[in-house]
């Protein structure tokens, strides 16, 4: 008798889109931090923001809003079952990338509400919680990449189901 296929539930399209996207405006993040950081000295001493610095701490800060409500959304689009892995992972293992993942969406989200905690309130335990904050993050994707990484040629599939190749549609 054959065994019945495994059950394999796929990325939304809409799951893989925000996805790309939160990386993309992540991305954003880090390439603006330090005029962000040369903007925001230059406030401190009162001095007025050029045109190039005005235009830093606007995209700074509104890109920071949107990965934190895109994070949210995607929180919530998680609630829905996750791709399976055919029953190739181990146990241990998908509580570690659960777990994972869950400090990934904390991570994200307490860094937008640390930076707009220090930029609009002025509150320094935030800036000090961002400055650490954007290490975390960058150890946190390098896991979480090296994870992704470990799944070229498996045959789970995540992978190719992340990036929406799925073959198995």
Known sequence: MIAPPSPVVFYS???RRLHWLVI???AVQYLTQKPMREALQAIELQQSLGLYQFAITTIHTWVGACIALLMLWRWRLRRRPVPLNGGLMTQRRARWVTAH???LYVAVIVMALSG???YYFSWS????WHELGKWLLLVLIAIHVLGALSHLGSASGVLQR???RDSLR
Do not use: D, F
């Open 13 to 15: 399209s809409l799951q």
């Open 101 to 103: 993942h869950l400090s």
């Open 125 to 128: 335990p935030a800036a000090r």
């Open 162 to 164: 992340m990036v929406g």
């Open 24 to 26: 993309l405006l992540i």
């Open 116 to 118: 707009a905690l220090h």
